[in-house]
């Protein structure tokens, strides 16, 4: 025997419930992989903007930049340059302080050549866009010189 409830029997009340318990229960699992997907996309981008910006040439900026906000020698770092060596390149950066951060955003590179567009965060904390100009010799990348802006990478990354 069933007993009524509102209108509805006893057990049209629990099929009902747990009709809309199910439900809730995929729509809270349909936002969880929503944000699952959001999350990971976001960390896959991240991660390729790193792969894409990982070669020597890349490397030898990071190590430079290290080294001067460090307050280490950055004079291993600087090449003969065609004659146009600058071993107080790294000068640029004192305005910067000791310690401060940097991300690579760009880079272009033809044959012995390349510039490399890096955002550098100092002690007021304000990003500012700074190239980094290197130069191959003998198969390794030196710096050049390091200079306030960026430039134009025409497409490239």
Same mark, same amino acid.
């Given at each position: 025997?069933?007993?009524?409830?509102?209108? $509805?029997?006893?057990?049209?009340?629990?099929?009902?419930?747990?009709?809309?318990?199910?439900?809730? $229960?995929?729509?809270?699992?349909?936002?969880?992989?929503?944000?699952?997907?959001?999350?990971?996309?976001?960390?896959?981008?991240?991660?390729?903007?790193?792969?894409?910006?990982?070669?020597?040439?890349?490397?030898?900026?990071?190590?430079?930049?290290?080294?001067?906000?460090?307050? $280490?020698?950055?004079?291993?770092?600087?090449?003969?340059?065609?004659?146009?060596?600058?071993?107080?390149?790294?000068?640029?950066?004192?305005?910067?302080?000791?310690? +401060?951060? +940097?991300?690579?955003?760009?880079?272009?590179?033809?044959?012995?050549?390349?510039?490399?567009?890096?955002?550098?965060?100092?002690?007021?904390?304000?990003?500012?866009?700074?190239?980094?100009?290197?130069?191959?010799?003998?198969?390794?990348?030196?710096?050049?010189?390091?200079?306030?802006?960026?430039?134009?990478?025409?497409?490239?990354?």
């Amino acid at each position: 025997m069933m007993l009524s409830r509102g209108g $509805r029997t006893a057990a049209g009340s629990t099929g009902l419930r747990a009709a809309e318990r199910r439900t809730d $229960r995929r729509r809270g699992g349909t936002v969880a992989a929503a944000l699952a997907a959001a999350s990971c996309l976001v960390a896959c981008a991240a991660c390729a903007a790193d792969d894409i910006l990982d070669n020597a040439v890349h490397d030898r900026t990071r190590d430079y930049l290290r080294a001067v906000a460090e307050g $280490r020698p950055p004079d291993a770092y600087h090449g003969d340059c065609d004659g146009r060596r600058n071993p107080a390149a790294h000068d640029a950066l004192a305005e910067e302080g000791g310690g +401060f951060g +940097f991300a690579l955003t760009g880079s272009v590179e033809s044959g012995d050549r390349a510039d490399v567009n890096v955002s550098v965060t100092g002690r007021d904390g304000t990003p500012t866009p700074y190239v980094v100009d290197l130069h191959r010799e003998a198969g390794t990348w030196y710096v050049c010189a390091v200079t306030r802006g960026s430039v134009d990478l025409g497409g490239a990354g």
